[in-house]
């Protein structure tokens, strides 16, 4: 069975959100964010960590729900900006070890000065939904950001776009 196909259609107010969310993934994803993180993960992490292949939504997420590569970038980043690393696991045989990884993940931001607000929840990863997706490329983007501000090499070259939501 293929992930979230046993899950209840959303209606009403949740539905509306849940296209908002994918409407805004899908603006961002042509103004190539998703490809300026992939970049700049691949460069942060190289060798570290086998490289994520291609920028659609689904592949992805899918290489980045176990927790293990955003656990590595942190590390990179904390270990630069002179704090103390994460743990995290990697060999991941459960959802939960994923799941506590990813929670690491967020916490190790926190710690490098990312506010709480940029971080995303576990289940935007492991449930493989666009519009959660949405919240992990808002946070990796937001990340990026923030290393910019510390100098870190090699650099993110995502942009900060602001929209006014008109509806």
Known sequence: MQAGTNRVQKVGVAY?????????????????TPTHIINWMNAICDGEHDPIPNTDWKGFNTHLKDGVMLCKLINKLLKADGKSPIQFQKKVMSPFVAMTNIENFNKGCESYGLA????????????LRKA????TLNCLSSLGMLANEKSVQPSYKGEIRKHLDRE
């Open 116 to 127: 709480k607000e940029f971080t995303f929840q576990s289940g935007d990863l492991v449930e």
């Open 16 to 32: 509306e959100v849940e296209k908002k969310l994918e409407q805004n993934y899908d603006r961002e994803e042509a103004a190539g």
């Open 132 to 135: 959660g997706f949405f919240n």
